[in-house]
C-alpha cells in the first residue's frame, strides 16, 4: 500500500503508528516504509511526501513507484470544503478521480470504518493550481466545476496511477470549510519542489505579520483534522490490503 500527502504534517499523527521505519530511497527522506498493526495481522505502507502542486506531485510520484510494490495507492492528506455542509474532520472520497473499482470497494469500509461519529462524503474534487482561501472563492469554485472539495495534487496523481497500473483512490480529510481562510503561502514560501524553504517563510512572515495568527489558526484545524485522518487510515489499510 502506497500512501501520499503533500506535506509531511497531514501523514504524521499515522506515521506515529507505524513500525520499524525506514527509507527506500537513497539520499532522499520523502519515501519512507513502515509495518503496521501487530507481527501475526501486520501489514507494509510506504508514504510518500509529494511536496504542494501537481507539478511538484507528479514528479516525486514517478521517482517513487519503481521502488514501490505494485498495489492500491491512496493520494491522502487535506483538502478544503466548497459548500456550507463540509466541516473541518470530515472524511473525502473523490467520486471522480481514481480507479472506479477500487473506490467501490474503498467507500463502503471507510463509511463502516468512519461510522457514527465521523462523516464520509464522497462527492466531486476539484484540483486548483493555487490556494482557495474565503467564502467568496470557494463558493465561486463550487458553482463553476460543480466540485465539493479543492486540493492541488490529486488530479496528476491519479493520472500518473493510472498510466503505471496502480489501482487509486482519493482519501482526504477536510482541514477548512467554506468560511476558512487558507494563508496564500505556496508561490511565497515554496520552491520548484514543492516544500518550504524556512528562509522565505521567516521573510514573509516579517513582512506580513497580520497573517501569523491566520497561520496559527489554519494549524490548529489542519493537526485536528490529520489525527482524525490517522484514525481512519489506521483502521482501513489493514481491510485494503486482505
Known sequence: MLVTSALCYELAPFIRRLHYLSYPLAKNNNLLRGILGKENDSCEVHILFTGVGERAAAKSLLNALPVVKKGPLLISGTAGALTEIGHVGNIFIASNYGDPLFRKQLVPKVVHTAAPKIKVWCEPLFTAGKPVSGRENKAQLNN???????????????????????????????????????????????????????????????????????????????????????????????????
Do not use: W
Not at 496502480?166 to 516544500?195: H, K, M, Q, W, Y
Open 144 to 242: 463553476d466545476s460543480g466540485a465539493f472539495a479543492v486540493d492541488m495534487e490529486s488530479a496528476a496523481l491519479a493520472a500518473i496511477a493510472e498510466k503505471n497500473g496502480f489501482p487509486a483512490a482519493v482519501l482526504r480529510v477536510f482541514s477548512d470549510t467554506i468560511e476558512d481562510a487558507v494563508p496564500p503561502l505556496n508561490e511565497t514560501i515554496f520552491d520548484e519542489t514543492g516544500f518550504p524553504s524556512y528562509i522565505r517563510l521567516a521573510a514573509y512572515l516579517l513582512g506580513h505579520p497580520l497573517t501569523v495568527p491566520q497561520m496559527i489558526t489554519f494549524s490548529h484545524r489542519s493537526n485536528r483534522a490529520c489525527r482524525i485522518l490517522a484514525e481512519v487510515l489506521e483502521k482501513i489499510i489493514p481491510k485494503l490490503e486482505r
